[in-house]
C-alpha cells in the first residue's frame, strides 16, 4: 500500500480471497497446459519457476525470499537466466526436431546475456519502492546504497552487456548475423542511455517509467537473439 497503492490488492479491487483464486487458476492452467504439450524440459521449467516463484512471494515463514536482496537476485537470475533460455533450447531441440542437446554459441550468448539482464531487474525493482522497504525493514540495496548509485549502477551493468554483444556480433563469420546484432545492439544501447541521462532521479513515476523500459529492451533481446551466428 506504501509502494505501489494502485495495484488491484493494495487499492481494494481485488480481495485477498480473490486474489489466490486467480492465481490458484492460472497455476492449474500452466501445469494444465504443460501436461498436454507432454515436453518435458517446459514442464520442468514451468514447476522449478512455480516452486521459486512462490518461495519468493508468499508470506509465510522461511518464505517471501523478495524481502532479502541477494536471494530475491538469486531466484529472478534462476528463472529468467538459466532455466527459461535452457529449457525453451531443450524443448525445441529435444521434443520438436529430435535432436541431441548440443549446447550451441546463441544459448550460451542469450544465458550470459540474460544474467546481466536478471541481476539489473533484481537490483533495479527495489529503486522505485525505497520508501515502503525502508519503513519495512527490508534492507535492498536501493536502501542501503542509495538510489542513484544503484540507478547507474544497473545503467552501467546493461550498457557493459550491450557492448559485449556487440564485439560478439562483429567477431561472426555471417555477414547478415554481424550486420543485424551489432547494428540491433547499438540501437538498444542507445535508446538505454539517452533515456537513462534524462530521467529525473526524486521522480518515482520516471523512475517507474525506466523500469517498464528495462523490460521493453529485456523482450527486445528475444528478437536479436535467434539471429546470433
Keep these: 500500500r506504501v509502494n505501489k497503492p494502485t495495484l ?6 481485488y480481495s485477498p480471497a480473490m486474489g489466490v483464486a486467480i492465481v490458484s487458476v492460472f ?21 522449478i519457476s512455480f516452486v521459486l516463484g512462490t518461495a519468493y512471494s508468499v508470506n509465510l515463514p522461511y ?13 529472478i537470475l534462476g528463472v529468467r537466466a538459466v532455466i527459461v533460455q535452457l529449457a525453451f ?34 537490483l533495479f525493482k527495489d529503486i522505485p519502492d525505497i520508501e515502503g522497504d ?6 535492498s540495496f536501493s536502501v542501503r546504497l542509495g538510489q542513484s548509485k544503484v540507478f547507474w549502477t544497473c545503467v552501467g551493468l546493461l550498457e557493459v552487456a550491450y557492448g ?4 560478439m556480433g562483429v ?29 529525473d532521479l526524486t521522480s518515482k513515476a ?17 528478437l536479436l537473439i535467434p539471429l546470433v551466428r
Design 8 to 13: 488491484p490488492l493494495a487499492s481494494g479491487e
Design 27 to 47: 497455476a492449474a492452467m500452466s501445469f494444465g497446459l504443460g501436461w498436454v504439450v507432454g515436453s518435458p524440459p517446459l514442464f520442468w521449467a514451468l514447476f
Design 63 to 75: 518464505f517471501r525470499w523478495k524481502r532479502f536482496a541477494v536471494v530475491a537476485a538469486l531466484c
Design 89 to 122: 533450447f531443450l524443448h525445441i531441440q529435444t521434443f520438436v526436431f529430435r535432436r541431441p542437446a548440443v549446447f550451441s554459441k546463441p544459448l550460451i550468448f542469450a544465458t550470459a546475456f540474460m544474467t546481466f539482464f536478471s541481476v539489473v531487474i533484481a
Design 134 to 139: 525502508r519503513i519495512f525493514g527490508i534492507q
Design 164 to 167: 559485449v554483444a556487440i564485439l
Design 171 to 199: 567477431t561472426s563469420s555471417s555477414l547478415w548475423s554481424k550486420s543485424l546484432t551489432v547494428v540491433g545492439h547499438a540501437i538498444l544501447a542507445s535508446i538505454l542511455w539517452s533515456s537513462a541521462r534524462s530521467i
Design 206 to 222: 520516471a523512475i517507474t517509467s525506466f523500469y517498464m523500459l528495462i523490460w521493453r529492451l529485456f523482450y527486445a533481446e528475444y
